[in-house]
């Protein structure tokens, strides 16, 4: 059997999930021994320095115990740890972190393979984004995937790639690409409504609550994070936006409580703009409609917005349950039919399941 060396920066929600479902499959591997040979925290780290592979069962234990250690220095010790592997290496950034993505094209371009579900290095600087693909492009460059950064463990940028790799046009792509946002609405506006009528705020504080939200909820509530995903999207297909903020962004913050203290003060204030929110629902309900969040990308047009859009009752969008995320690719080929991917676009599960996914992919294509 081949064998491949891991490592593992972020264990956190993701990461747990990551490196549970590694060692599953690891274990029924009967092509690749796979050997993880840094687990990485902000604050400690284990390292098998012999490249022997640590215990994936033990590992959050053992980081907690005396064989926790320093991590190494990010990038210049961890680059050489990696790159003095005596095999294929790949590197699991399961962080949000823009300064390790920053330093992804330094890690590809010396042959370090990449699977992240980190956004950063894909919807920040069009700069970035042309660097690591020019680094992976290279001669012995690796390979770099990140699935996850749209779409969690839904097949999103893979079908996007399948698309445009076998000759279609794509002409749009638009569909609720927050599972936050798709909670929130699907509560404040249900499609067949029971019981109680609910504010938004109660809605936001409800989902925070359940733990669907960032800590502070106007993470979620400014757009932002739909906003990288389009991004993302409208790069691998053509548009060369240059900054996730280059395009309309409808925040659902009121701008009074841009600048509260905290989440809780926030909150607090939000119910005082719960009417301003009834109006855009009862409005929507007016028209036979119901109200949505979501992304929209028109390559022929060259646009590219997010925001709140009523949709029919009828609608695909409008039936989704739960935190569901839908994502509609218009297509020369499919014509007015889109082709939909549906499901589960968040938690910690699905996302590690695309990472995985993509680390998979990797090995497929190792000689």
């Known amino acids: 059997m081949s ?30 021994t796979i050997s993880t040979i840094l687990i990485s925290r902000s604050s400690k780290a284990l390292l098998s320095k012999d490249y022997s592979g640590l215990n994936l069962t033990t590992w959050e234990s053992d980081i907690s115990s005396s ?9 210049d010790e961890t680059l050489k740890f990696l790159t003095s592997a005596p095999g294929p290496m ?12 920053e330093e992804y094209p330094r890690f590809l371009s010396s042959g370090v393979h990449l699977v992240t579900p980190n956004k950063k290095g894909f919807s920040s600087s069009l700069a970035l984004f042309k660097a690591i693909y020019a680094a992976s492009e290279a001669q012995n460059g ?8 749209v779409g969690a463990g839904l097949p999103v940028l893979s079908t996007l790639k399948d698309l445009i790799d076998t ?10 690409f927050s599972g936050t946002m798709s909670y929130l609405f699907n509560s404040f506006a249900p499609l067949s409504p029971s019981g109680a009528e609910k504010s938004f705020s109660a809605c936001v504080a409800e989902a925070r609550e359940l733990g669907y939200t960032e800590p502070d909820p106007r993470d979620d509530l400014n757009g932002l994070d739909v906003a990288r995903k389009l991004t993302i999207l409208a790069r691998l297909s053509g548009l060369l936006v240059t900054e996730p903020t280059s395009f309309p962004i409808q925040s659902l913050i009121p701008k009074p409580l841009e600048s509260a203290a905290s989440a809780e003060e926030f909150l607090a204030g939000l119910a005082g703009f719960d009417g301003e929110m009834h109006k855009v629902k009862t409005t929507a309900e007016s028209e036979g409609a119901v109200v949505r969040y979501v992304g929209s990308l028109d390559v022929g047009k060259g646009e590219v917005s997010v925001g709140l859009r009523n949709f029919d009752r009828g609608s695909t969008v409008a039936g989704l349950k739960g935190s569901d995320n839908i994502i509609s690719f218009y297509t020369r080929r499919y014509g007015e039919r889109a082709m939909i991917v549906q499901g589960a676009g968040a938690g910690a599960d699905v996302t590690a399941m695309g990472v995985l996914s993509d680390l998979i992919k990797v090995l497929e294509r190792l000689k």
């Open 67 to 75: 064989s926790g250690v320093k991590p190494p220095s990010f990038p």
């Open 90 to 101: 790949i590197l699991v950034d399961n962080t949000s972190s823009e300064t390790i993505a």
């Open 142 to 149: 690796g390979y770099v995937f990140h699935e996850a950064t």
């Open 3 to 32: 064998k491949v060396y891991v490592a593992v920066i972020g264990a956190g929600g993701v990461g747990k999930s990551f490196i549970s479902q590694l060692n599953a499959y690891a274990l029924r591997s009967k092509k690749y």
């Open 167 to 176: 000759g279609d046009e794509i002409v749009k792509i638009e569909g609720v």
